[in-house]
């Protein structure tokens, strides 16, 4: 058995968690800074990682108690220290390297995006009757593997958790990205991608015709912006030059409510449209490759998006689909912690001068 603490502090949330074995998962606290970057329309790094700094202590604290375990309990220390924000993920490395330093317990450095892929195979202890020896549900590999985040959109092939290879990514916005601005052009407020997607279900999507951007043919690639602009120029009307300035014909305070909602809805079904026609694609490749899929994960913020499960779960047929609880597709510990029990029994451990990284190796 093993028991590892994972520590996640990329971007807005601070988190810790304790998971058994790769799959149980004994405790999971989440502090989110969803009111301190609201006022800003999106997170302020000098902001968060100062929460991080506060905050950090308390939740690893409460993430031992939950779980009803001590540090000397612990086998490993995993945390997130790739991709994200530089000032925020120094404070989970750090907190990690000190754990790690006064029990002696390894040290597991965790690429968040990877995670975001194991993120399907966690389950809660708290949700299972543990007398009745409950089963771990693993990804059966190979699969294919999307994720959709504020920073990332990417299609891999997956032969194990942490063995990837990208097939595809965004040019330029992220999907979760172009969410959060479509709801600042429509005066959604922050957090955007969720308040969108719940003003979207209400909504027509047929009212207004969005671009899909599927870029070459054969490409596995996305691109978000185009659909972006279109939307602002829906909302607000074409861009004129009017005394060396750029005016637009109205505001978004100009929508009636109906067509917000249904702006909101067209904007959905574009987004959710080009991701579906590329995990068609990739899944198409594979089986003219000679690698079948065994599993499609869809892992990452947007991977809580109602349309986007529904129109995965609807793949079933073809192939095993895995989307993540819900409070799993959001940043959180327990699938860093997760993921590194596949490092724990590989013998891959880290050092004390694991590096905090901006990008990610995927
Ligand atoms: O994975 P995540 O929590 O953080 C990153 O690693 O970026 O993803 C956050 C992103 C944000 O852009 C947020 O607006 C988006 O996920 N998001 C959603 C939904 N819930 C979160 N986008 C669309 N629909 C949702 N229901
Ligand atoms: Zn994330």
């Known amino acids: 058995m093993t028991l590892i603490l994972g520590i996640e502090t990329s971007c807005d949330e601070t988190a810790a968690a304790v998971v058994q074995d790769g799959w149980l998962v004994r405790s999971n ?4 800074q969803h009111r301190l970057h609201e006022q800003y329309g999106g997170v302020v790094p000098e902001i968060a990682s100062r ?5 950090i202590s308390p939740v690893i604290q409460q993430a031992l108690k939950q779980a009803d375990r001590t540090l000397d309990q612990l086998d490993a220390i995993a945390v997130g220290n790739r991709p994200g924000l530089i000032g925020s993920l120094l404070i989970g490395v750090g907190a990690a390297k000190t754990l790690a330093w006064s029990t002696g317990k390894p040290l597991i450095g965790v690429d ?16 299972v009757n543990e007398s009745a020896n409950p089963a771990p549900n693993p990804i059966q590999y190979p699969a294919i593997g999307l994720v ?22 965004t040019i330029d916005d992220a999907v979760g990205e172009a969410y959060d601005k479509a709801a600042v052009i429509l005066n959604l407020g922050y957090p955007g991608g969720p308040n969108l997607d719940r003003l979207a279900q209400q909504g027509d999507p047929s009212a207004y015709d969005l671009p899909r951007s599927m870029l070459s043919k054969q490409s596995l690639d996305f691109s978000f912006s185009g ?19 750029i005016v637009f014909e109205r505001s978004a305070d ?5 067509q917000r909602t249904n702006l909101a809805a067209a904007f959905q079904q574009a987004a959710i449209d080009a991701l579906m026609i590329k995990l068609h694609r990739g899944l198409d490749r594979m089986t003219e490759l000679g690698r079948p899929t065994q599993s499609l994960i869809v892992g990452g913020g947007v991977s809580a998006n109602s349309l986007l499960r529904r ?3 609807e793949m079933k047929n073809t192939v095993t689909v895995r989307l993540a609880n819900v409070v799993y597709c959001l940043d959180n510990a327990a699938m860093i912690a997760g993921l590194a029990h596949h490092c724990f029994v590989a013998g891959q451990f880290d050092d004390l001068d694991l590096p905090a990284l901006a990008t990610s190796r995927c």
């Open 29 to 32: 606290i989440i502090a989110t």
């Open 51 to 55: 929460a991080h700094l506060e905050r």
């Open 112 to 127: 968040h995006v990877l995670a975001h892929l194991y993120a399907p195979a966690l389950i809660n202890a708290w949700d």
């Open 148 to 169: 959709v985040s504020g920073g990332h959109t990417s299609l891999y092939e997956l032969v194990s958790p942490t063995e990837i290879t990208r097939l595809g990514r």
């Open 227 to 245: 659909l972006k602009t279109a939307l602002l120029y829906a909302v607000r009307g074409l861009p004129k030059r009017h005394n060396d300035r």
């Open 254 to 258: 100009d929508l009636t409510e109906a």
């Open 311 to 313: 129109r995965a779960k």
